[in-house]
Every structure is written in structure tokens, then in C-alpha cells.
């Protein structure tokens, strides 16, 4: 489950989505795929992440 979120989060990253839109992405992402295979979707499989850090937009392309 940590590589499907992961991998959901990297996906949704882009440079005009926020980190916090992207996690929110992922975890919808994940939660339907697990919904669609019949696999358990109890938030204990895939909801163990966290975001630190500021939470506004990216910074500027000059600054990364």
C-alpha cells in the first residue's frame, strides 16, 4: 500500500498542484483502486502518511 500511495502521490505532483491537493489526489486514488479489487479500503492501509512542510503553493521554478 505505501508504494500504490507513493506512486499516486508522484503521480498527481506537478508543478501547479499544491503537495497537499496532490496527497488528497493519492488518497482517492488509492481508496478507489482498492475499492475496485475488492480489497480491504480501511484507512489503516492506506492512510498512514503525512505532510510537513508549508502548505502553500510550490515555490517559484528558480527556487527548487
Do not use: N
Not at 24 to 53: D, E, M, N
Amino acid at each position: 500500500s505505501t508504494r500504490e500511495w507513493m506512486e499516486a502521490l508522484y503521480a498527481a505532483r506537478t508543478p501547479e498542484i499544491r503537495a497537499t491537493e496532490a496527497a488528497t489526489q493519492a488518497c482517492r486514488s488509492v481508496l478507489t483502486a482498492r475499492r475496485s479489487s475488492k480489497r480491504p479500503t480501511h484507512p489503516f492501509y492506506w492512510a498512514a502518511f503525512q505532510l510537513i512542510g508549508q502548505a502553500g503553493a510550490p515555490p517559484p521554478a528558480d527556487r527548487r
